[in-house]
Structures are given as C-alpha cells and as structure tokens.
C-alpha cells in the first residue's frame, strides 16, 4: 500500500532535511499551505508526494527537522471529501505502528482543539519498535483531522535518544486555526 511505504519515507526524509542539527530550539512554525501551526525545535523543511489514502490520489506534504538525535514532523493530506477521514486516519494508525514493527505501549484519544470531534483513529499514541536493522525506536505519534484534512504529527527516535518531554511539548503545540 503506497501510504505505508511514504509514512516510511517521511521519517527517513525528516533525517535527511536536517543531517547537522542543533540542539532544541524552539519556534512557531505554520507550514505552507496546512492550517496547523506546530513549535519545532528546530527549522523544519516541507516535501510532497502523492499518496493513495482512502482509495484516493492525494498530494502528502511532510514538514520535518531533526534536533538532538529527534525526528520532529508533521504529514498532511486534503482528501476529496471528510467523509474519507475516519478511513485515512485508520490508515495513517496502521502506517505508524507498522512501519517501525511496533507495539503501541499507550493510547489515548487526540482532540486538538477545532479539530473533528469523534472520529475512531484521532489518537494520541506511543509507540515502540525497531529500525529495519533491529534498532529499538521510540515514537509518539498524533493522528487528528479537520474536514477534508488529515494530519499525524511524529516525534521519533531510537529509544536511548528519545525525549519524552520535548515529544510532549511538540505534541501540545498543535494550534489548527478554525476550519476555512
């Protein structure tokens, strides 16, 4: 399934887009075209890629950094319709536990504020897995949408580098405008 294999890609291209990193410091970012703005702890750079999501072409925009041993990113999608939603968040929730080879060790529900009340998959989630070399990794992933937006925001690192309160801080900084 081609979302399985970005949402790979996503984390490998975060790592890419920021190879010297400082150590955290924080800024408000709101990536381009995404009502969502996020506290980075570091400059994030933006990719795209289409992706099938819910049976749908659709363009994905990632926008990640790395910083002190950490992946920080946030991925996007519009779909055609929110009634798609439900199904991509699914998707997304998948993707993330499968692309590490994971256990999801917490979840909870993910409500940002303006964002779609209700919806299955809007979870706020901790995750352990493994690298494909069999390298222990640590992520703590938001998955939410807002009408036809779907959005999974990801702290990510091998678990002796992770950061639970620089996770926590990126995660709380969720601010999605009201809907358009």
Partial sequence: MPVL???GALLAAAALLSACS??????DVRPKDVNILLTYPCKPEQIAQDVVLADQKVK????????DKMTFALAHARLPNPALAARALAQLHLAAVDNVHGSVTASSTAAPKNATPNLPDSLDLKIDGQTPDGKPVR??????????????????????????DAAQTFADSVNLSPSR
Avoid: H, I, N
């Avoid at 400082?22 to 800024?27: F, K, N, S, V």
């Avoid at 994905?60 to 910083?67: D, E, I, L, R, Y």
């Fill in 5 to 7: 294999r970005f949402s």
């Fill in 22 to 27: 400082p150590a955290l410091d924080w800024r």
């Fill in 60 to 67: 994905m925009s990632m926008t990640g950094c790395v910083a």
């Fill in 139 to 164: 992520e703590r992933v938001l998955l939410f949408s807002q009408g036809s937006d779907v959005y999974q925001v990801t702290a990510f690192a091998p678990t002796d580098s992770f950061k639970d």
